[in-house]
């Protein structure tokens, strides 16, 4: 009989989303912002959904602070880019009733984008302020221009 404890393979470290990342991130999406002409907002969550970064243009409608944090938050929660989730919430959509029936600050725009890192789940950014097709493209853009995709 062996006394040895049977190895247990250690779970997979992955190194969380840091502020210099959110930075990186908010720097990225503000230029993708002002090529497009937007005057909006741009936040990062980390995986636990707490604000890691954020930015408003001294121009943006105030909304757009609300927007950009909802919409990260809902890439979030749901692991999905908003902009592929907003079909499923329309009134003939499977899932029609998710918006009202959860206590969340949940917003089915696109714009929202879930930040992964050796596929794992690390944060999202939201973009706000644009119209649902600009703040996609805003967010996306960060994400490659961060080497986050």
Request: charged share 20%.
């Amino acid at each position: 009989m062996s006394t040895t404890a049977p190895t247990i393979p250690s779970p997979l470290t992955v190194r969380p989303l840091t502020t210099h990342d959110a930075d990186v991130l908010v720097r990225a999406a503000a230029r993708a912002a002002d090529d497009l002409g937007v005057r909006g907002s741009i936040t990062v969550l980390d995986a636990g959904g707490h604000l890691l970064g954020f930015r408003r243009d001294d121009r943006a409608v105030l909304i757009s602070g609300e927007t950009s944090t909802r919409k990260a938050y809902t890439a979030l929660q749901l692991d999905a880019p908003t902009a592929d989730v907003v079909d499923l919430v329309r009134p003939d959509g499977l899932f029609h009733t998710l918006p009202t029936a959860l206590d969340r600050p949940l917003l089915f725009i696109a714009g929202g984008v879930p930040l992964h890192r050796d596929g794992r789940l690390i944060g999202a950014i939201g973009a706000g302020g644009g119209t649902p097709e600009q703040d996609h493209r805003i967010a996306t853009a960060a994400l490659t221009e961060a080497e986050l995709v």
